[in-house]
């Protein structure tokens, strides 16, 4: 049966919040990897550069 009231907007907040890590923190340890350890030596400013500039936008464009 559904959840209505704040438990089921809690429990869909702390859902979509698991998920969201459970995706995001492998792919950002691969990528931290790749660009220290694999990239070549003249792409890793570049890579950088795009990682920091993605940092600076809000999620909510990355989304439109």
């Not at 030596?41 to 936008?57: E, G, H």
Request: proline fraction near 8%; aromatic fraction near 4%; hydrophobic fraction near 60%.
């Amino acid at each position: 049966h559904p959840v209505f009231g704040l438990l089921g907007a809690l429990q869909g907040t702390i859902t979509i919040a698991v998920i969201a890590l459970l995706v995001a923190v492998p792919l950002a340890i691969a990528l931290a990897l790749l660009i220290n350890e694999y990239a070549p030596r003249s792409l890793r400013p570049t890579m950088t550069s795009v990682v920091d500039l993605l940092a600076v936008l809000p999620s909510v464009l990355y989304g439109l």
